[in-house]
């Protein structure tokens, strides 16, 4: 792979990533949040919530959608990942508790997690303080363009 095609590839991934963070934010625990009972039951059973279930499912969703517009946005793009991904593995310890049957789910759940993980991975390992190091061991022997991924052109 070339470094253009490393670049998309960290693109797509992490907005796969912060999409489905603002999605499950903003539509399912905010926009739709009645019509998806399931979610503030969740936040009821584990008995984590202030000042009521209903309410800090909104503030929960608000939460999970500002942590998708930075993840789509780039900034602290390591941080953010690692944010994300933490977060990510409570809420599926927390969901799991709280509604085994979850892990069943074949429209999302665990397979749907497992996928966020691998996009993950990909953001961290081409992310602008591991790129240089991920380039030097792909033995590419062109230089990246400034225009193309500036910081790495810094570095050099």
Not at 46 to 69: E, N, Q
Not at 70 to 97: N, Q
Not at 118 to 146: E, F, I, M, Y
Request: charged share 15%; with cysteine.
């Amino acid at each position: 792979m070339n470094v253009a095609e490393l670049h998309r590839l960290k693109l797509l991934c992490r907005w796969a990533l912060g999409l489905v963070w603002i999605w499950e934010g903003l539509v399912l625990k905010i926009i739709f949040r009645h019509d998806v009972p399931m979610q503030s039951a969740l936040v009821e059973r584990s008995g984590m919530f202030w000042p009521d279930a209903d309410t800090f499912t909104v503030i929960l969703g608000a939460a999970m959608t500002l942590c998708g517009v930075i993840l789509c946005s780039g900034w602290k793009e390591r941080a953010a990942v690692f944010t994300a991904t933490m977060g990510m593995t409570v809420l599926i310890f927390l969901v799991a508790g709280n509604n085994p049957v979850s892990l069943l789910d074949m429209h999302g759940g665990l397979a749907k997690d497992l996928c966020l993980y691998a996009c993950a991975r990909v953001v961290w390992r081409l992310s602008r303080n591991n790129a240089v190091g991920v380039l030097a061991r792909s033995g590419q022997k062109t230089q990246p363009t400034a225009a193309l991924l500036p910081w790495v052109a810094e570095k050099q």
